[in-house]
Structures are given as structure tokens and as C-alpha cells.
């Protein structure tokens, strides 16, 4: 089974069409938000491994899973002396209203339990804007959730369709593929269509005729 990218499921969360457009049809874009994270990414990489109070951390960790069908990254991997591994992932912004990080967070440690043999009950989510930690349980709800949304991403991937675009100002607007996607559009060509089914009624009505 070909393996799929650990995050196509934040992408997937998302926003289905997203993730569509960048892994069928291959297209991407930047805007300051993914620069940044980028940035940010690459100091989490950059350097070499290292051993600091009895913690081993690994940077830029290769990681795969056959049970999920992913291979991706970690950013940071603790390996601590009694035995606790912890896993990290570095975002610019700040805690969300939904669940994508704790998704990919919580498949990066599913993939290293398959590959280490061993539990890992939670992890960490580092956001830039509030510099801070946020933990997070990798419970059986959360495992669900993940193991659901790689099955949701492989169906989506063997369908090889992309979805039709649907405008949430929120999300599309932060979006960096909005060019390229342009989901107004579609709301247009909606109005567009309805405005025409309206007037061929009206005409239908004048003459008598129905449609």
C-alpha cells in the first residue's frame, strides 16, 4: 500500500477540497501564514540530535505506519531515561477550534508506537503566537478520530475527486490556495444558476407553457 503524507489529514480536517487541490492535483501556493510556518518548522529541524538532562531529542524524525497507510515527520522527538517518549509538533499560530493538530500530532505517535513497539500516551503541540505547550492526551476518542480520518483520506484519494468548493470567509480567507481555488466563484455561479431557473419559470408562467 502506498503510504500517504501524516499531514494531508490536517489538510483533510481542514478542508476536504484543500486537501484535494494539493494532493491530486498537486498545486500549492504561499501567503504569510505557511511562510511562517515554515520558518518555524525548519528551526524545530535545524540542528543536530542532542542529550539534555537526560532527555534524548531527535529532530526531524522519519516515521511510518502500514496499520494507517502515513509516513511523515516528527518534529521533535523526546526520549526521556524512564522510558516516557514525546512526541512534539511546532505550528505558528495558536490552540484552534478543532481538532487537525491533535489529528496529526496523535498519528505522528501512532506511527512511532508501530515502529518502537511501545505506548505513547500523549504528546505536545507548540504554538508560536502564545509560545507555549499545550499537551495533548492521545485517548481512545482522539485515536478514532485519526484511524477515521486516514480511512476518510485514503477513500477520498482512490476516488480521485476533488470536491466542489464551498466559501467559509474564516477558512478561506487565511487559505493560501484561495487563488487557485476560488471558492466566491462558486457561490456566483449558484446565484447565477438559480437567477436563470427563476427567470425560465417566470417565462414559463407568462406563456402557459410550465418548464
Known amino acids: 500500500m502506498d503510504l500517504l503524507p501524516i499531514s494531508a489529514l ?12 494539493i494532493h491530486l492535483e498537486q498545486v500549492w501556493a504561499e501567503n504569510q501564514f505557511t511562510v ?21 531529542l531527535v529532530r526531524g524524525l522519519s516515521l511510518k505506519s ?9 518534529d521533535v522527538v523526546e526520549f526521556h531515561a524512564d522510558g516516557v517518549v514525546l512526541p512534539i509538533e511546532y505550528k505558528r499560530g495558536k490552540p484552534k477550534g ?17 515502529m518502537l513497539g511501545t505506548k505513547i500516551p500523549e504528546g505536545r503541540l507548540y504554538y508560536g503566537q502564545t509560545r507555549r505547550r499545550m499537551d495533548v492526551v492521545f485517548d481512545a476518542s482522539l485515536r478514532a478520530l485519526t484511524a477515521d480520518t486516514a480511512r476518510r483520506l485514503r477513500k477520498m484519494i482512490a ?8 466559501y467559509e470567509e474564516r477558512k478561506c ?7 487557485l ?5 462558486m457561490r456566483f455561479q449558484k446565484g447565477a444558476a438559480a437567477w436563470f431557473t427563476r427567470q425560465m419559470a417566470e417565462l414559463g408562467t407568462q406563456s402557459g407553457t410550465g418548464f
Open 10 to 21: 490536517q489538510h483533510l480536517l481542514y478542508c476536504e477540497r484543500q486537501c484535494a487541490l
Open 36 to 56: 511562517e510556518g515554515n520558518v518555524m518548522h525548519e528551526k524545530a529541524h535545524d540542528g543536530p540530535d542532542e542529550t539534555k538532562a537526560g532527555v534524548r
Open 66 to 74: 502500514e496499520a494507517l497507510g502515513l509516513s511523515g515527520q516528527c
Open 98 to 114: 478543532h481538532r487537525a493538530d491533535e489529528v496529526q500530532l496523535c498519528a505522528q505517535a501512532m506511527c512511532l508506537e508501530e
Open 159 to 166: 476516488s480521485r475527486r476533488t470536491p466542489p468548493a464551498v
Open 173 to 179: 480567507e487565511a487559505c493560501s490556495l484561495k487563488g
Open 181 to 185: 481555488c476560488m471558492p466566491q466563484s
